[in-house]
């Protein structure tokens, strides 16, 4: 089965400066991975996805990954973080269920904390 | 389009219940999803289904049921509520295009259920 794996419960970055959140992969073939994020009290939100192409994918509400083939990771990554930013983020790979359809499996999440 | 909707937000059940988790999409998605989100624990897969009329089981569907008789609705059952399935239940959808099958998938803003 092809798993993620989000090392950091938490991460806390103050606002305006840069902010990485870590995702590593384990996967055999090609791999499809996602980011998404969790406001509170709310479903996820689909932010960026890597399928092939240019390692450097930007998605919604300023956010990137970079996909690093070698290191088998995907963290997300911001320029200028805002207080807004702060929620539950989940990296998310293609997988293949025991039926042999394709579905998401998810990290557990890191919870992105901004501070003004 | 209202996407993915779930019903009811809140509920509370006694040891033994019965219950049944709407869930809703309105945009012909062919793959609908069950998960299950506990805190720490990222999303854990309990049902899922690719068309109507088929379902299989995820990683943790002991507990549950699922039907699926139309395209839009995918309805979870808990037929013996107990106090391990207190937890936030998320539906979700996507329509898996190409070989790849890279689809997004969209959330409902789920079901917090607790069993006392």
């Known amino acids: 089965a092809q798993s993620v794996a989000q090392p950091e419960d938490q991460v806390n970055v103050a606002e305006g400066n840069p902010l990485t959140v870590k995702c590593t992969y384990s996967v055999s073939g090609n791999p499809y991975l996602f980011w998404y994020v969790q406001y509170p009290n709310r479903g996820l939100q689909f932010l960026l996805k890597y399928i092939t192409g240019d390692n450097l994918v930007k998605g919604s509400y300023g956010f990137e990954a970079e996909f690093n083939k070698s290191q088998t990771s995907f963290h997300l990554k911001k320029p200028s973080a805002l207080v807004s930013d702060s929620a539950l983020y989940f990296c998310?790979?293609?997988?293949?269920?025991?039926?042999?359809?394709?579905?998401?499996?998810f990290g557990r999440g890191t919870s992105l904390i901004v501070h003004p | 389009n209202a996407g993915v909707t779930q019903t009811p937000k809140f509920r509370i059940l006694k040891i033994g219940q019965s219950m049944t988790l709407q869930c809703t999409q309105d945009?012909?998605?062919?793959?609908m999803y069950w998960y299950r989100q506990d805190p720490g624990m990222g999303l854990k897969l309990i049902y899922y289904s690719v068309g109507a009329g088929i379902t299989d089981k995820g990683e943790v569907p002991n507990g549950y049921n699922v039907s699926r008789s139309t395209t839009e609705d995918f309805p979870l059952r808990l037929e013996l509520a107990a106090p391990s399935q207190t937890s936030v239940y998320f539906c979700?959808?996507?329509?898996?295009?190409?070989?790849?099958?890279?689809?997004?998938?969209?959330f409902g803003q789920g079901t917090r259920l607790t069993v006392v």
């Open positions: 945009m012909n998605h062919n793959y």
């Open positions: 979700a959808s996507s329509y898996p295009q190409g070989v790849t099958m890279n689809t997004e998938a969209f």
């Open positions: 998310a790979v293609r997988d293949k269920a025991s039926g042999g359809s394709y579905i998401p499996t």
